[in-house]
């Protein structure tokens, strides 16, 4: 797990919002650049299932729903001044070069454990900033640690005096298109190795 710095909440412009997206995808771009790490294969027959939770129209939805589409799950915080931007990036990335005959089956998928600062609003301006394709989802605390532990994922709050920042894991977790937890790929993992093991799933 990595400890990120927390940048004070407030209600954001959407200036405000693009300049700081920008300084935070240059760090990410740069830490991107420093790993090439290999995936893991998600052989344990506990991890992994459906789950719903709430999107950014707060409307409930499973995982279940996007059988038939590959699914590259990300757990994060918009708060997250590194590796979030950095995954969110990636899904851009791939989303750009994916076939276009492709693209509709593959859904990237980012859920916020910090639903107290991710409102509805601000995670909905968050994931768009990368690609509206992107899905944010969210809940409540004690559902998000139920299917964050059901993944192999954890996060924790960190006080940081009056505030706080949000300790979690930094993987991203790839379900194939029958909603099966297949892989585990850790931070850093090249976006061209996410691009060939996508492609290989999509029916």
Same mark, same amino acid.
């Given at each position: ?15 405000? $919002? !693009?300049?700081? $997206?920008?300084? &935070? ?7 991107? *650049?420093?790993? *090439?790490? +290999? /995936?893991?294969?998600?052989? /344990?027959?506990?991890? %992994? ?13 499973? =995982? /279940? !729903?996007? #059988? ?14 590194? $590796?979030? +931007? !950095? ?8 989303? *750009? $070069?994916?076939?276009?005959?492709? &693209?509709?089956?593959?859904? +990237?998928?980012?859920? *916020? ?11 909905? &301006? ?12 969210? %809940? ?18 960190? @006080? ?13 977790? =790839? ?5 099966? =937890?297949?892989?585990?790929?850790? /931070? %850093?993992? +090249?976006?061209?190795?996410?691009? #060939? ?5 999509? @029916?």
């Amino acid at each position: 797990m990595a400890r990120f710095m927390q940048i004070k909440h407030g209600d954001y412009t959407r200036n405000d $919002m !693009a300049t700081k $997206m920008r300084f &935070r995808l240059c760090i990410a771009l740069i830490i991107a *650049s420093l790993f *090439s790490l +290999p /995936s893991s294969w998600a052989d /344990s027959p506990g991890l %992994g299932g459906d789950f719903t939770l709430r999107n950014t129209q707060n409307d409930e939805v499973s =995982l /279940s !729903a996007f #059988k038939g589409k590959v699914v590259l799950l990300y757990f994060g915080f918009t708060h997250c001044p590194e $590796m979030c +931007p !950095a995954a969110l990036l990636q899904f851009k990335q791939l989303i *750009s $070069m994916l076939p276009a005959n492709k &693209r509709d089956h593959f859904q +990237p998928i980012f859920i *916020s454990v910090d639903p107290k600062r991710d409102t509805a609003e601000v995670l909905d &301006r968050y994931v768009s900033f990368f690609d509206k394709k992107i899905i944010a989802l969210s %809940g409540n605390e004690q559902e998000l640690h139920q299917i964050a532990k059901r993944y192999g994922a954890n996060f924790r709050y960190v @006080p940081t005096g009056a505030s706080y920042t949000v300790d979690h894991t930094v993987n991203t977790f =790839l379900i194939n298109a029958q909603g099966k =937890l297949v892989r585990i790929f850790p /931070s %850093g993992t +090249p976006t061209s190795e996410l691009l #060939k093991q996508v492609t290989a799933l999509i @029916p």
